[in-house]
């Protein structure tokens, strides 16, 4: 079992930056996949960033060069780092844990999630 806590979100103006923190407790963060996924108001979830537990990454497109997804197993945390943010990012972020050794982009291989963390890029 691996519950998950997000924190970080918030209001930030166009090309400013956040940086998302995903808490882990339980005793498989290590060996799990991690991922951020999405989700906008009237939009489904989508995949941003998925990281294994040797820290390959994988990026949706529109979100690379500007987001970097990485974890620290010492701490079961997993982060987002949010640069050059634009209003379309606007969603509330979700962490999500998998068993699979590699992220997926489908939310439907993902087995825990976090409740969620606002943000909101102004124009």
């Known amino acids: 079992q691996v519950q998950l806590v997000e924190s970080g979100g918030g209001l930030v103006q166009a090309g400013g930056s956040l940086r998302l923190s995903c808490a882990a407790s339980g005793r498989t963060f290590s060996s799990s996949s991690m991922a951020w996924f999405r989700q906008a108001p009237g939009k489904e979830r989508e995949f941003v960033a998925g990281i294994n537990r040797w820290s390959g990454t994988l990026y949706a497109d529109s979100v690379k060069g500007r987001f970097t997804i990485s974890r620290d197993n010492a701490k079961n945390t997993v982060y987002l780092q949010m640069n050059s943010l634009k209003p379309e990012d606007t969603a509330v972020y979700y962490c999500?844990?998998?068993?699979?050794?590699?992220?997926?982009?489908?939310?439907?291989?993902?087995?825990?999630w976090g409740q969620g963390t606002q943000v909101t890029v102004s124009s």
């Open positions: 999500a844990a998998s068993q699979r050794i590699n992220p997926a982009t489908s939310r439907n291989l993902y087995d825990y």
